[in-house]
């Protein structure tokens, strides 16, 4: 019997990386592939030299032929990839909804006429902000292009897709990759910035529900893991967060607390008073008792994430 075939669209992204990682260490019987849309990095090649990977452009679809000539169907695609800057988005609408929107990718899949299972990782900011604890049932009220789009890939996703699980993530935040991401990693901009022991300006009326890096992975495995051993019709839509209802001076608080800086050097401004160049929503804290109801995992508090975070981060900084 053939392994089954798992596809990571967006394969050198922060949260791709730490799957390949996973799915790698974990299941020699799965055939791993990954997509990218620049060169891979040697670092992760090297370190997962057994997976496939594929150049593709969300925007024009070109390399999906590729893929189904050397790999084949996959049974599941795992869809990290986005523009997922609200600036940027808010900037460029027609890039946002061309990338963010999986159009062609979906019609790649349904055109092998057997169902593969798309899990599509969405956003929190497609919920208008307006109260706590947002359920999947509420209605989605994005109130900038970034979640827009996330809503319209919802929407397309679940008229054209047969199998799917759509997740609707916070804020990811954990250890840095095998190959060092571009972008700033929550924590550990806290961290550097409290460092420095300067007072630094963060938002009290903000709240979000970080979810730790490892433990969205642990429920994506557990969701490919669950259609590959049952093949039964999957329609999923979930929210993906930690157990934390927390502000942006709360978080930087916690980084202060696990480090022994003085939480002095945080200093509470509002969102408001900072032009950002998009609108963001207030409050997008999530209830995710479907989560945790499905997958059956326990999702890491923020304090004990960043304990992981920086333990994880210590012991990176000492390898030869």
């Known amino acids: 019997m053939r392994k089954k075939r798992l596809l990571i669209v967006g394969g050198t992204g922060y949260l791709g990386q730490h799957l390949l990682q996973s799915f790698a260490d974990a299941d020699s019987q799965l055939d791993l592939a990954f997509t990218h849309h620049s060169a891979p990095p040697h670092a992760l090649l090297n370190a997962i030299p057994h997976a496939h990977s594929f150049r593709l452009d969300l925007r024009t679809c070109d390399g999906l032929n590729a893929i189904s000539d050397s790999f084949g169907q996959p049974d599941v695609v795992i869809n990290c990839a986005a523009l997922s800057v609200p600036r940027v988005c808010e900037m460029d609408p027609e890039a946002a909804m061309s990338i963010n929107v999986p159009t ?92 420095k022991g300067e007072p630094m300006d963060f938002f009290h009326d903000e709240f979000r529900c970080p979810v730790f890096v490892k433990d969205l992975v642990a429920a994506i495995q557990t969701l490919t893991n669950q259609w590959i051993t049952e093949v039964k019709q999957v329609q999923l839509l979930l929210n993906v967060g930690g157990p934390d209802r927390v502000s942006r001076v709360q978080m930087a608080e916690a980084v202060a607390h696990a480090r022994g800086y003085s939480t002095s050097l945080i200093k509470q401004v509002s969102a408001s008073s900072v032009d950002r160049g998009v609108k963001s929503p207030c409050d997008i804290s999530m209830d995710i008792t479907k989560l945790v109801q499905t997958t059956g995992i326990s999702p890491t508090c923020f304090a004990e994430g960043i304990r992981l975070t920086l333990e994880a981060e210590a012991k990176s900084s000492v390898k030869p």
Request: glycine share 6%; net charge negative; charged share 20%.
């Open 104 to 195: 062609g990718l979906v019609k790649w899949l349904s055109s092998f006429g057997k169902s593969s299972l798309l899990i599509h990782l969405s956003t929190d900011q497609v919920y208008e902000g307006t109260k706590s604890f947002y359920k999947e049932e509420d209605e989605t009220v994005p109130v900038n292009v970034y979640g827009k789009s996330k809503v319209e890939a919802e929407e397309y996703i679940s008229t054209h897709c047969q199998n799917y699980a759509i997740l609707r993530s916070s804020i990811i935040y954990g250890p840095q990759t095998i190959s060092p991401v571009p972008k700033s990693l929550p924590i550990q901009w806290m961290d550097s910035v409290l460092a």
